[in-house]
C-alpha cells in the first residue's frame, strides 16, 4: 500500500450546527459524525488528510457548512462546497465560494435529483464559470443518469469532472450493463476523472471484496491510473461496512499493483486535480 493516502471523500454532520433535511429518512446515518469520530480511525490507517465532501444540507446552510468545515484545520486540508446551479443568481454565489482559498470544488447532488434538473441550459452555462475559477465538479449520479452526466462534462470541456462513487453501479443487484458502456463513455472524455469510492453502501450488507472487483476493476481500467482518486465516503460507508473495511477491501482489490499505481490512486492523483499542497 502507499505511504499516504488523501481521503477525497469526507463526510463531516453536525446537526446541532446545520440541517440536513435527507437524513431523516436513512435513520442509521440520522445523527452527528464529528470529525473526531472518522480521525479515530482514519489516522491508523495511513489516511494522512482529507477532502471533505459536501453533505447535501438545507440550501440555506450550504455556505454556513463550508465555513464551518474549511475552518476545521488538519486533517481537513480542503473542501467540495455545495451549489446550486441552477439558479439564475449562482454567478453571485459562485463568487463568494471561490473567495475561500479552501474550496477546491464544488457539487449538486443528481442522483436523488430529477434528471432534467441537469439538462438544463443554465446548468451547463453556470457549471463553464467554474473554470475561470480553476474549480472542479464533482457528479453524483444514478448509473441511469450517466448519459445525462456525459452529455453535461461534454457541453463543459474547460472544466475538470469527477465522477463519484464509480457511477453508482447496483452492486447488490450484481447489474453491470449498461453501467459499464457508461463509464466507458464518461472515460472518453478527458476533462472526467473518476473516485473510487462509495461502493460499499450499494453493495448489500452481506458484500465481499470479489463482489466489489468487477466494478473497481472496469473503473481503473477505463480511466487509467492518472484519472482515478479514492475515497472513503464516511459516514455513508457505515452502511455496510466500517471505515477500516473499506480501507483493507481497498488492498485486497488492489493487491499486485506497482508502488507507483498506488501512489497515484490514493495521493499524487488527489493533489493534482483537487490542487492539494504537497504535505497535504
Not at 465555513?67 to 449562482?90: K, N, W
Not at 447488490?172 to 469510492?197: E, F, H, Q, Y
Not at 465481499?208 to 491510473?225: A, K, M, N
Request: aromatic share 8%; hydrophobic share 45%; charged share 20%.
Amino acid at each position: 500500500m502507499p505511504r499516504t493516502i488523501i481521503d477525497t471523500h469526507l463526510h463531516l454532520i453536525d446537526q446541532e450546527r446545520l440541517r440536513y433535511p435527507w437524513l431523516a429518512e436513512v435513520p442509521a446515518l440520522n445523527r452527528s459524525f464529528p470529525l473526531q469520530e472518522y480521525w479515530a480511525q482514519a489516522r491508523d490507517l495511513g489516511i494522512a488528510s482529507a477532502l471533505h465532501m459536501e453533505v447535501d444540507v438545507a440550501e440555506a446552510d450550504q455556505e454556513a457548512e463550508t465555513a464551518f468545515v474549511t475552518g476545521l484545520g488538519a486533517p481537513v486540508t480542503a473542501a467540495i462546497a455545495s451549489c446550486r446551479p441552477e439558479h439564475e443568481d449562482f454567478a453571485a454565489t459562485l463568487d463568494r465560494i471561490a473567495a475561500n482559498p479552501a474550496v477546491r470544488g464544488l457539487r449538486r447532488i443528481l442522483h436523488t435529483s430529477p434528471d432534467a434538473l441537469a439538462l438544463q441550459p443554465l446548468f451547463a452555462e453556470n457549471l463553464r464559470r467554474l473554470s475561470a475559477h480553476n474549480l472542479s465538479f464533482d457528479l453524483c449520479v444514478l448509473a441511469r443518469q450517466l448519459p445525462i452526466a456525459a452529455e453535461l462534462a461534454q457541453s463543459c470541456p474547460d472544466v475538470r469532472f469527477v465522477l463519484d462513487h464509480c457511477g453508482v453501479p447496483d452492486i447488490a443487484g450484481r447489474a453491470v450493463d449498461p453501467w459499464r458502456a457508461g463509464i466507458t463513455r464518461m472515460a472518453a472524455l478527458p476533462n472526467v476523472v473518476c473516485k473510487i469510492s462509495g461502493v460499499v453502501a450499494y453493495a448489500g450488507a452481506d458484500w465481499t471484496t470479489e463482489d466489489l472487483r468487477p466494478y473497481v476493476e472496469h473503473c481503473i481500467q477505463s480511466f487509467g491510473w492518472d484519472r482515478v482518486v479514492w475515497g472513503s465516503d464516511w459516514p455513508v460507508c457505515t452502511l455496510t461496512a466500517d471505515l477500516t473495511r473499506w480501507v483493507r477491501a481497498s488492498e485486497a482489490l488492489l493487491a499486485g499493483c506497482s508502488d507507483s499505481e498506488l501512489d497515484r490512486l490514493f495521493s499524487l492523483n488527489a493533489r493534482r486535480i483537487y490542487r492539494l499542497g504537497a504535505t497535504s
